[in-house]
């Protein structure tokens, strides 16, 4: 039976465990906030796999990005991952409906790295209003990479706008894009899934792939 599963989940996978080892070197105030994600919230398998986010990083990095989107904010994770790889210009918009996690958890921590903080604009609403907005305001074309870790049923729509934000050449990274273990066949959220998979895959004004690390990630570059 396939495994798709987060490095810091349960499982008796050792090709994870190898890679994961291989793979994952976190800085220690990241270290810290993932630590105290799953220390302190229930719900702390919301928070990204540290191997997506050594991707999303090493991607900003040989794309030389330096404005981010990060469509869900969660304890604060992925903003700080962001923000760690763009340079001291840099900017990362994170967007979530609920602070209380990143209150709760993680804001203190980021707090401790200003360099880093002050990189954040953590905004709190609709990501989808934040997305609009963004693009009423003419930055279509802005952004150099998107990160999308947002509830599944808006996912493609996510998706679309952040296609109208990015540079040609940006990339964006749709996570959880493996949810349920087997996109084709499950049901639920695994459906929704597996149509937003097969519209990055359709969509001719992007290149990506599809690879089984974390939960699924699923690549876009932006022809």
Not at 79 to 106: E, F, R, T
Request: include cysteine.
């Amino acid at each position: 039976m396939s495994t798709v599963s987060k490095s810091y989940a349960e499982h008796s996978d050792p090709v994870i465990d190898y890679c994961t080892k291989l793979t994952v070197k976190l800085d220690p105030l990241q270290q810290k906030l993932q630590d105290a994600t799953i220390a302190n919230h229930k719900m702390f398998v919301m928070l990204g796999a540290p191997e997506i986010l050594t991707i999303g990083q090493h991607f900003l990095k040989l794309i030389h990005g330096k404005n981010c989107l990060d469509v869900g904010t969660f304890t604060g994770a992925s903003a700080l991952a962001w923000a760690l790889a763009v340079p001291n210009d840099g900017k990362v918009i994170s967007m979530d409906v609920d602070h209380s996690a990143l209150d709760q958890i993680g804001r203190s921590i980021i707090n401790e790295c200003p360099k880093s903080a002050q990189k954040i604009d953590f905004r709190l609403g609709s990501a989808m209003d934040t997305l609009n907005s963004l693009i009423d305001e003419g930055k279509c074309g802005e952004f150099d990479f998107a990160f999308i870790d947002a509830d599944r049923a808006n996912k493609t729509l996510y998706y679309e706008k952040c296609m109208q934000l990015l540079r040609p050449g940006g990339v964006i990274l749709v996570d959880n894009a493996l949810a349920g273990g087997d996109a084709v066949h499950a049901i639920g959220d695994a459906v929704i899934t597996d149509a937003c998979n097969r519209h990055i895959s359709a969509d001719e004004r992007s290149h990506s792939f599809l690879i089984n690390t974390g939960d699924g990630l699923h690549v876009a570059f932006k022809a």
